[in-house]
């Protein structure tokens, strides 16, 4: 590791003011790492990467959309489409002749699906002027209604090892699963902070009449954005149904809301226009390190809930005390 | 005319609204390398004009000429890359991106996998800042920005293409002094580039120190050009306002009913400061001033709707201290806000909902809402101020712009106030429902109320005020009698001359 | 240019009719599709089962009808209906049912004040408090039971019974408190200067501050009247299970939500009604056993609640846009 220079210092200094929930993740870090005897361990900083990665995966894309100024509740659904296609698809007689060949068709048919649902979401979103919120809401319920057709309400079982094995393989330190999560938080934190679409992105939730002036098209914009989103829950639930070997029909219910929790704590706002990546990775790292570090004391899950919606709301609250203006704002 | 010496040019335009016809038969040109000042009242048609040029409007009729080439706008963006930029008065900025993303939004440079090209970008961005000699970097977060830099900005973005005309809206509304000289170099050197310049403002210093033309409307049409060194205050003051103006004033007598309510000292935040006036029952106090002044903030603070910093409020004679709306409206105060359609009415409630939403809890029979109640309170103020509405029934929003207005000069009436505050009593209203309205006000401080009118408008102002209270900068800078009060002097006080 | 889009460029004519009674016309097209095909699904016993089982929902819907008319979002209605039908059936041996019943709502309205004060006085997004207070019911609720499913012991004796079970003059039970909510929820929302308070307030919050409205009470109150709804909606669910499991209530959030959009009230605030909600419900709650009766699995019918949701929304917004595409490029 090389030594850091005193201007890269100061600028990573300015990273963490920006992002008050990284304070928070540091502070549970020490306090766990004090208070337990097992979660300073680099085994269990392994786990927590794993635990996360699929709730992050698909916060990645929900920034995306969420800085756009819409949101996605359909991705919980997606997840266990994706994950029932990747898992079935696999043992087809087809595919009988192919071997671990086989998972490749099965990975490509679940991720597809989630990118297109994702397309479908954004079409509609675009062309019926419909409210995200409710457009998601209704793909929510109707993308499960797909999951228990297709599944027949059965549970699938890999019946290739080696598609479990990849669930808890490693890539030399570093579980593999959590090396893709790192790895998209990575290429997502470039797409946002460096290309024209992710420029785009800031500019159709800051000032959505600015960037119609600016002759940004905004509807396939958003559309793109929607089918990011569609592909990361989709690549969640292949994630997910690799480390249990299995998918089941109700798998990724309330997702949707462990996500936007996760992103909302990592600073992005729900009016759109503001939020980033490196905010997204500190929320979900939140959620991570709390339920494996109140796990490890053996506080029931249930106080892990309690504590998630009070930081959830004391970040709404405190974000507003800081931005409030001096004077010049109406009581109203 | 040389069919080259235009950079802009627009030739009988019509505009027409469903309720209003905004622009009538307007031509206007701008020639390279001046600057053309547009001159007219709140609803002149200024805005609409602008907004025809910047291709947000299209007109019905009329033609456009871009260099002396006929162009269609179709669209802001159209425009701009013919060549014509509009600076908006309302920034329209994404607050979250740096300053060179703003200034190229949506002509963001690319390199492969379309990635930006930050280095590019920041160049060209940092090229067009020295050309407005701005003193921040292209990487500054526009949110970190004071208003006036974020002015900077918008004119930047103007500048990423070859401009030929460049229209400011009301620059200087919320600038400071130095922030104003820095804007006024930049336009001297936008004219030394050959770029036209059209200016709107009502700041008349501004427009003689600055223009090399001036033009103005009046009710959507055209009144005239003139030279700058050729005219003065007067002559366009009589242009915008029209002859009207000396025979509407006049019958004002000094009320003599019981003082209502004494402000002394009223100070709130940076908005206004040391502002102390009273106000009779039976007269109409008019304040007058540009926008910013401080006179919208006053109402708000005696509406409880601002905190004050000091002063004090006494009603009737007795001190009251106003915490918000509910104790305003309880103590017997009103206010009819500038911002009808956002602060005055719920368009999506009835005429009647509307009329009685202030005082809907004591409208009961047991705990229901008396339907007979309401409906009497209705007729009677729909007969009182002649509300044109085919019945109580018609949601709010589907009214002319002056009924609405009516609605809620009603609504508050009907509370039977001690003290009715009208803010900008006829903005967005055509002009036979103005006359209306002033005659209203005028009854309505002869049956005893205590008036309080704040305009824009100087005929406004002069038409219904007993006595007017001039505000620049959040102080009061003189009040005049009927009789003291002249165009002149009154434009000086609200400009900082006198 | 507000006025332009009122007066004119309306959707003219048969096509705006069918735009604004679009929700009417769709339940009534359900209703003659399902009868059409199953003679059992227009007997009064069909219709009865339905309305009863729609019951949870529809009262739950009411409530958050206020809330979503005075221009907010609740989503902790789900896990608040964990937590009340938790207590509620816990306590029923403990403390006896009038009792049980009285502590719930008591708790139950503790947790919507909070949500008032929170979003009404502090002003938060509703939609991030909700969601928060979602997740920290939730673990109330497992805290409360320690992760154990709760019960009543003596389920043919208590009168508790009668709030799912019951049947007065005919009628099951769920169905008269139904009627009953709906009736004064409506009555309050219609005829009540609180009423037109949230209307003003979900309309216009700006003009109704200026109206001298205490914009902060009235939308409080509306997570009160929620928290309340919530409350009686337990009562029906836990007399008719007899007991409990700690997330029965999971995923009502946006059933309810889904309800109330279907009914057409906006999201946006200011407009929609009890009555529409009660159609929303209904059509959900139709369009379910329809499918059933139909042979089609239960799931089917979330499917076509997607379909419906988005056209009836679509249909909607279009009739006041006028037109059917949204005119962004």
Same mark, same amino acid.
């Given at each position: ?70 949101? +996605? ?180 219910? &309330? ?28 929320? @979900? ?41 001096? +004077? ?5 | ?15 027409? %609204? ?79 991106? #740096? ?130 060194? &050729? ?14 103006? +000396? ?175 009208? &803010? ?58 009927? &009789? ?15 | ?75 902790? @209605? ?38 008032? %004060? ?7 997004? #509703? ?23 709760? +019960? ?48 003003? @307030? ?36 836990? #007399? ?90």
């Amino acid at each position: 590791m090389s030594i850091m220079n005193k201007s890269s210092a100061a600028r990573l200094w300015r990273q963490v003011v920006r992002h008050p929930i990284w304070f928070f993740v540091l502070v549970i870090f020490i306090f766990f790492s004090l208070a337990t005897d097992h979660f300073f361990a680099f085994h269990n900083f392994q786990n927590i990467l794993v635990q996360t990665s699929t709730i992050g995966l698909i916060a990645l894309g929900m920034t995306l959309v969420m800085i756009n100024g819409n949101i +996605d509740l359909s991705v919980g659904a997606t997840l266990a489409l994706a994950a029932s296609l990747a898992v079935d698809i696999q043992g087809w007689p087809v595919f009988e002749s192919w071997g671990d060949w086989a998972m490749l068709p099965a990975v490509i048919a679940a991720l597809a699906s989630g990118i297109m649902l994702g397309a479908l979401n954004g079409i509609i979103v675009w062309k019926t002027g419909v409210n995200a919120f409710i457009v998601t809401l209704g793909a929510m319920l109707g993308v499960r209604g797909l999951v228990f057709i297709y599944t027949q309400e059965q549970s699938f079982y890999a019946m290739n090892f080696a598609y479990s094995d990849f669930g808890s393989s490693a890539v030399g330190p570093l579980p593999t699963l959590a090396v893709i999560f790192l790895v998209f938080t990575v290429i997502t934190h470039f797409l946002l902070a460096r290309t024209v679409h992710g420029r785009n992105t800031y500019a159709v939730g800051g000032n959505r009449d600015a960037a119609v002036n600016a002759g940004i098209r905004v509807g396939p914009h958003m559309v793109v954005n929607f089918m990011i989103v569609g592909f990361f829950a989709a690549l969640a639930g292949v994630t997910l149904s690799t480390q249990m070997g299995a998918s089941t029909p109700n798998l990724g219910r &309330d997702y949707e809301l462990w996500t936007i929790t996760a992103v909302v704590l990592g600073g992005t706002k729900l009016t759109g226009g503001a939020g980033n990546i490196i905010g997204t990775l500190g929320g @979900v790292l939140a959620i991570g390190i709390l339920r494996n570090g109140m796990n490890l004391m053996q506080v029931p899950a249930f106080y892990v809930l309690v504590i998630l919606g009070t930081i959830l709301i004391a970040v709404l609250f405190l974000d507003k005390q800081v931005n409030r203006k001096e +004077d010049g704002e109406l009581r109203v | 005319m040389n069919a080259f010496d235009t950079a802009l040019r627009v030739q009988g335009i019509v505009k027409t %609204f469903p309720a209003v016809r905004a622009l009538d038969d307007v031509s206007f040109d701008v020639r390279p390398g001046e600057v053309h000042a547009l001159l007219g009242e709140n609803g002149a048609g200024k805005s609409t004009l602008m907004k025809v040029l910047a291709g947000m409007h299209r007109p019905d009729q009329g033609r456009i000429f871009i260099s002396e080439e006929p162009a269609i706008l179709h669209s802001p963006l159209e425009a701009k890359r013919l060549g014509v930029v509009l600076i908006h008065q309302e920034l329209s900025l994404a607050e979250q991106m #740096s300053v060179a993303e703003n200034i190229f939004l949506g002509e963001l440079p690319r390199k492969n996998f379309g990635m930006v090209d930050w280095k590019k970008l920041y160049a060209d961005a940092e090229a067009i800042l020295q050309r407005l000699n701005c003193d921040f970097g292209p990487q500054t977060r526009v949110e970190d920005l004071s208003i006036a830099k974020k002015q900077m900005v918008e004119i930047a973005r103007a500048l990423t293409v070859e401009a030929k005309a460049v229209i400011f809206d009301e620059p200087t509304a919320s600038l400071t002094d130095q922030e104003k000289e820095v804007l006024f170099d930049v336009i001297r050197d936008l004219q030394a580039q050959g770029v036209g310049i059209v200016y709107i403002s009502h700041r008349m210093e501004e427009i003689f120190r600055i223009s090399n033309r001036i033009s103005v409307l009046r009710d959507g049409t055209y009144r005239g050009t003139l030279e700058t060194v &050729d005219t003065n205050e007067d002559e366009v003051t009589r242009l915008m306002i029209g002859r009207s103006l +000396d025979t509407s004033r006049g019958g004002k007598v000094v009320s003599t009913g019981p003082v209502v309510l004494k402000v002394e000292n009223l100070s709130c935040g940076d908005l206004f400061e040391n502002v102390s006036f009273s106000v009779q029952a039976g007269e109409v106090l008019g304040f007058y001033g540009l926008v910013g002044a401080g006179r919208t903030a006053i109402a708000e603070a005696l509406f409880g709707l601002r905190r004050l910093s000091q002063g004090k409020v006494v009603l009737n004679g007795q001190e009251i201290t106003i915490t918000s709306p509910r104790h305003a409206v309880e103590q017997g105060l009103a206010l009819v806000p500038e911002s009808r359609k956002e602060q005055g009415l719920v368009l999506g409630m009835s005429c009647r909902d509307n009329m009685t939403l202030p005082q809907i809890g004591n409208l009961t029979t047991g705990p229901f809402v008396s339907n007979g109640g309401e409906i009497a309170i209705f007729d009677r103020y729909r007969d009182l101020l002649s509300i044109k509405t085919p019945g109580w029934r018609q949601l709010v929003g589907n009214l002319s712009g002056g009924n609405q207005q009516k609605i809620v000069i009603g609504k508050w009436l009907a509370m039977r106030p001690k003290v009715l505050i009208v &803010d900008e009593p006829t903005r967005g209203i055509d002009v036979g429902s103005k006359a209306e309205i002033h005659n209203l006000l005028r009854e309505l401080a002869a049956d005893g109320y205590a008036v309080i009118v704040i305009s824009s408008e100087m005929p406004e102002i002069l038409s219904v005020s007993d006595r007017i209270i001039a505000m620049y900068r959040g102080e009061i800078t003189r009040e005049f009698t009927a &009789d003291e009060v002249t165009e002149d002097n009154l434009v000086q006080a609200i400009s900082g001359l006198s | 240019m507000a006025e332009a889009t009122l007066t004119s460029n309306r959707l003219k004519g048969l096509g705006g009719t069918l735009a604004k009674q679009g929700i009417l016309i769709a339940f009534i097209v359900f209703m003659i599709g399902f009868a059409l095909f199953s003679e059992k699904f227009l007997t009064s016993g069909n219709v009865m089962t339905v309305i009863r089982q729609a019951a949870i929902v529809g009262v739950m819907a009411i409530g958050v009808t206020v809330v979503v008319i005075g221009g907010n979002l609740d989503l902790s @209605v789900g896990s608040m209906l964990s937590f009340s039908t938790v207590l509620v059936v816990d306590l029923h041996d403990k403390i006896g049912p009038g009792e049980a019943i009285a502590v719930m709502l008591v708790a139950t309205l503790v947790l919507g004040a909070l949500n008032g %004060f929170l979003i009404g006085y502090l002003r938060l997004n #509703s939609l991030i408090v909700t969601l928060g207070m979602l997740s920290a019911i939730q673990g109330l609720t497992l805290i409360y039971t320690g992760g154990q499913n709760v +019960d009543i012991s003596h389920q043919d004796t208590t009168w508790f019974a009668v709030f799912g079970r019951g049947q007065v003059f005919g009628l099951p039970v769920p169905i008269l408190i139904f009627a009953v909510v709906a009736v004064i929820v409506h009555v309050v929302l219609a005829y009540t200067p609180y009423g037109r308070r949230v209307y003003a @307030v979900g309309g216009n919050p700006m003009a109704a501050v200026f109206s001298g409205i205490r914009r902060n009470r009235v939308v409080a109150c509306s997570y009160l009247i929620s928290a309340f709804c919530t409350g009686i909606a337990a009562v029906i669910l836990g #007399s008719r299970v007899m007991g409990s499991q700690n997330n029965v209530g999971q995923g009502y959030e946006l059933l309810v939500l889904a309800a109330v959009i279907l009914g057409g009230t906006s999201l946006l605030g200011g407009s929609g009604s009890v009555l529409k909600t009660v159609i929303g419900v209904l059509i959900l709650g139709f369009i379910q056993n329809g499918l059933l009766l139909l042979g089609y699995a239960y799931y089917v019918q979330w499917l076509v609640t997607w379909v419906v949701i988005i056209l009836a929304v679509w249909l909607d917004v279009a009739a006041k846009r006028g037109r059917l595409f949204s005119p962004i490029a």
